[in-house]
């Protein structure tokens, strides 16, 4: 509990703790150094990005000149017009909501089937109990790549090859949701869910009302997880997804570098396109999200 | 939706509480339908697409099994048997391939152990901006292998990239094939791999340094301890569940590249940066050889496995000294 408590808010529980030098920070040679790496690692990774998007506003010619051309002559949003026009065959925007719907839902479903499942296994006793829970934490520790070829056998006899529903289900069949849920329940304090029971809650009610709502933060914590997982997996609708209307980003940015090739200026935009509303997203809840991450570590 | 199957039906499970009786032992006591109930919807999906197919995986491997011919005639362990030599074209591509994923792990990971450990040690002093420069590392890891693999094939393009001409702004060689030979080849999928998930590494460590107690340092500052000794003594020690997560998660996801090699390189030259994952990927599901790919993925897994137990061994023998 305490390692959850402390990882919520990193920063300021160590400013806090810094012994109080008046609140300034003192400049020794190791700090100016430290600094100075800081310094140069944020340029190398600004610096792609901003070439990134320089680059989509190019015409060809500017993008593969030699030497360089650093800036456009003329600031065109030819790359743009292409990939987001109407009937365009590489329908960016249209992979970003799809990306959209199938990262939210499948979230969503790995939170709603893992967090009932969790419990049981935290809080409940029934015959079979040790035996599905060793199976569950036993794949854990599967590698996930044997899974592919059979699994996709099994969607296809769904008929849910090239379908939204392939990218969105089986991902969610996952245990580390259910082991990571499990594991924050037993934190939890009983007495409360006992004083519940009491008063004559069931074990639905006391599911719903008391748990669900004191387990917020490790339920977004999966929520973000599971997200990004989503969001970023590349492998699986790789070849799971075909038609351009189906794709979702990843596999959908792979098809535009296989068509526009060396039109760096298309491919940049599309890097762009899929970039920006996730950058933006990411400013807001980074703290969020860069927690979350910090905690799976500590829990794990 | 998908998701409305989730909670389990309220009525059904009032009624199985009811039944066991509302008293104080129903919470530790066997109660009936209701475990099984919320268990459901999670064994329905992990049945399905877990177990099932862990069991149908190795069912499949055991056949010359063409996902687009009717016949697919049981071949016993030939799949493997084949695997088990460079002879055979099979077993030649899939041993390049396991080199290739071996070399790419070897060179990835110290590079994304030690580098983030750095980096999170600068970050966890007091610093102005710390977490915009948190914030900053971490970002390419929200934009996913797809941008990544895209970005840096621009960037390492060998007639007109970004970094070829700032090699030759400062005299260096700017016509260094990264894509297309190597070693270059390799020296791109990592520095694209460490650019994208320094990030990550560094959240965990930054994360685990915090955890900390400061009077450990207080107390080695007493007793006259250097900085080094500080760090082998204090920070190594108590980092070591850290150390253990990270390492792993680095290992496996290094051991299952696919998206830089897809994307940067195509596997150049010829096949030899293809990794493990991206073969049985194509001959699976490109070419639906599943037999084939079925075959190899045990193999693999049962590699992988093997080496999170070492790493498993390595950390305990640390913990012990």
């Given at each position: 509990m305490a390692a959850t408590t402390d990882a919520a808010r990193p920063f300021t529980e160590a400013t806090d703790a810094a012994p109080p030098s008046g609140g300034r920070t003192r400049w020794g040679l190791p700090k100016i150094a430290g600094f100075g790496l800081l310094i140069l690692l944020t340029v190398l990774y600004l610096a792609?990005?901003?070439?990134?998007?320089?680059?989509?506003?190019?015409?060809?010619?500017?993008?593969t000149r030699w030497p360089l051309q650093w800036l456009p002559d003329q600031w065109l949003t030819r790359s743009y017009d292409t990939i987001l026009r109407p009937g365009s065959a590489t329908p960016v925007l249209r992979w970003f909501a799809n990306s959209m719907v199938s990262?939210?839902?499948?979230?969503?479903?790995?939170?709603?089937?893992?967090?009932?499942?969790?419990?049981?296994?935290?809080?409940?006793?029934?015959p079979g109990k040790r035996l599905v829970f060793g199976l569950i934490i036993g794949t854990l520790f599967i590698p996930p790549i044997i899974?592919?070829?059979?699994?996709?056998?099994?969607?296809?006899?769904?008929?849910?090859i090239n379908t939204l529903w392939v990218v969105i289900v089986p991902g969610a069949a996952g245990a580390f949701g259910v082991f990571f849920l499990?594991?924050?329940?037993?934190?939890?304090?009983?007495?409360?869910?006992?004083?519940?029971?009491?008063?004559?809650?069931?074990?639905?009610?006391?599911?719903m009302r008391i748990v669900l709502p004191l387990s917020k933060p490790a339920l977004a914590t999966l929520l973000t997880l599971s997200y990004l997982a989503n969001w970023n997996d590349f492998l699986w609708p790789f070849y799971v997804l075909f038609t351009p209307e189906a794709l979702t980003l990843p596999p959908g940015l792979g098809r535009l570098q296989g068509q526009f090739n060396i039109d760096y200026p298309v491919i940049m935009a599309g890097a762009v396109v899929?970039?920006?509303?996730?950058?933006?997203?990411?400013?807001?809840?980074?703290?969020?999200?860069?927690?979350?991450?910090?905690?799976?570590?500590?829990?794990? | 939706m998908a998701v409305s199957q989730a909670p389990p039906a309220p009525p059904g499970a009032a009624v199985a509480d009811a039944t066991t009786g509302g008293t104080r032992t129903a919470r530790s006591g066997s109660s009936g339908l209701v475990p099984y109930l919320f268990l459901a919807p999670y064994l329905v999906l992990f049945s399905v697409f877990v177990l099932a197919p862990a069991v149908y995986g190795l069912w499949i491997s055991l056949h010359r099994w063409d996902f687009l011919l009717p016949v697919k005639p049981f071949v016993g362990l030939q799949n493997y048997l084949n695997l088990l030599t460079r002879e055979t074209a099979v077993g030649n591509s899939f041993w390049e391939s396991m080199g290739a994923t071996g070399k790419f792990s070897l060179f990835s990971v110290p590079l994304l152990l030690v580098i983030p450990l750095l980096v999170a040690m600068v970050l966890n002093k007091k610093f102005p901006a710390r977490t915009f420069f948190r914030a900053v590392f971490f970002a390419p890891y929200v934009l996913g292998v797809a941008v990544i693999g895209l970005l840096w094939r621009f960037l390492?393009?060998?007639?007109?990239?970004?970094?070829?001409?700032?090699?030759?702004?400062?005299?260096?060689?700017?016509?260094?094939?990264?894509?297309?030979?190597?070693?270059?080849?390799w020296v791109a999928l990592v520095a694209a791999t460490v650019w994208w998930t320094l990030g990550f590494?560094?959240?965990?460590?930054?994360?685990?340094?915090?955890?900390?107690?400061?009077?450990?340092?207080?107390?080695?500052?007493?007793?006259?301890?250097?900085?080094?000794?500080?760090?082998?003594?204090v920070t190594l020690p108590q980092?070591?569940?850290?150390?253990?997560?990270?390492?792993?998660?680095?290992?496996?996801?290094?051991?299952?590249?696919?998206g830089q090699s897809l994307l940067i390189t195509q596997g150049a030259p010829g096949t030899q940066t293809r990794t493990a994952i991206m073969l049985i990927a194509q001959e699976g599901l490109g070419s639906f050889r599943m037999g084939n790919a079925t075959a190899m993925s045990f193999v693999l897994a049962l590699f992988l496995s093997l080496t999170s137990l070492l790493i498993f061994g390595f950390f305990r023998r640390l913990g012990e000294d």
């Amino acid at each position: 509990m305490a390692a959850t408590t402390d990882a919520a808010r990193p920063f300021t529980e160590a400013t806090d703790a810094a012994p109080p030098s008046g609140g300034r920070t003192r400049w020794g040679l190791p700090k100016i150094a430290g600094f100075g790496l800081l310094i140069l690692l944020t340029v190398l990774y600004l610096a792609p990005l901003l070439w990134m998007l320089v680059t989509s506003f190019k015409s060809v010619n500017e993008a593969t000149r030699w030497p360089l051309q650093w800036l456009p002559d003329q600031w065109l949003t030819r790359s743009y017009d292409t990939i987001l026009r109407p009937g365009s065959a590489t329908p960016v925007l249209r992979w970003f909501a799809n990306s959209m719907v199938s990262a939210t839902a499948h979230a969503l479903l790995v939170v709603a089937t893992a967090a009932p499942a969790a419990y049981a296994l935290a809080r409940m006793d029934f015959p079979g109990k040790r035996l599905v829970f060793g199976l569950i934490i036993g794949t854990l520790f599967i590698p996930p790549i044997i899974f592919l070829a059979p699994n996709y056998v099994i969607v296809d006899s769904f008929g849910w090859i090239n379908t939204l529903w392939v990218v969105i289900v089986p991902g969610a069949a996952g245990a580390f949701g259910v082991f990571f849920l499990r594991q924050f329940f037993l934190g939890l304090p009983p007495e409360i869910e006992e004083a519940a029971y009491v008063d004559g809650a069931n074990r639905f009610q006391v599911f719903m009302r008391i748990v669900l709502p004191l387990s917020k933060p490790a339920l977004a914590t999966l929520l973000t997880l599971s997200y990004l997982a989503n969001w970023n997996d590349f492998l699986w609708p790789f070849y799971v997804l075909f038609t351009p209307e189906a794709l979702t980003l990843p596999p959908g940015l792979g098809r535009l570098q296989g068509q526009f090739n060396i039109d760096y200026p298309v491919i940049m935009a599309g890097a762009v396109v899929a970039s920006i509303p996730v950058l933006a997203i990411f400013v807001f809840a980074q703290r969020y999200i860069i927690e979350g991450v910090a905690r799976s570590g500590i829990k794990g | 939706m998908a998701v409305s199957q989730a909670p389990p039906a309220p009525p059904g499970a009032a009624v199985a509480d009811a039944t066991t009786g509302g008293t104080r032992t129903a919470r530790s006591g066997s109660s009936g339908l209701v475990p099984y109930l919320f268990l459901a919807p999670y064994l329905v999906l992990f049945s399905v697409f877990v177990l099932a197919p862990a069991v149908y995986g190795l069912w499949i491997s055991l056949h010359r099994w063409d996902f687009l011919l009717p016949v697919k005639p049981f071949v016993g362990l030939q799949n493997y048997l084949n695997l088990l030599t460079r002879e055979t074209a099979v077993g030649n591509s899939f041993w390049e391939s396991m080199g290739a994923t071996g070399k790419f792990s070897l060179f990835s990971v110290p590079l994304l152990l030690v580098i983030p450990l750095l980096v999170a040690m600068v970050l966890n002093k007091k610093f102005p901006a710390r977490t915009f420069f948190r914030a900053v590392f971490f970002a390419p890891y929200v934009l996913g292998v797809a941008v990544i693999g895209l970005l840096w094939r621009f960037l390492l393009d060998p007639n007109t990239g970004l970094l070829n001409y700032l090699f030759g702004l400062v005299g260096l060689p700017d016509d260094i094939p990264w894509t297309t030979a190597l070693p270059w080849a390799w020296v791109a999928l990592v520095a694209a791999t460490v650019w994208w998930t320094l990030g990550f590494n560094t959240v965990i460590y930054l994360a685990g340094l915090q955890e900390i107690p400061a009077d450990l340092y207080e107390a080695a500052d007493v007793d006259g301890a250097n900085p080094w000794q500080k760090f082998r003594f204090v920070t190594l020690p108590q980092l070591q569940r850290v150390l253990l997560f990270v390492t792993t998660v680095t290992v496996l996801s290094s051991a299952n590249m696919f998206g830089q090699s897809l994307l940067i390189t195509q596997g150049a030259p010829g096949t030899q940066t293809r990794t493990a994952i991206m073969l049985i990927a194509q001959e699976g599901l490109g070419s639906f050889r599943m037999g084939n790919a079925t075959a190899m993925s045990f193999v693999l897994a049962l590699f992988l496995s093997l080496t999170s137990l070492l790493i498993f061994g390595f950390f305990r023998r640390l913990g012990e000294d």
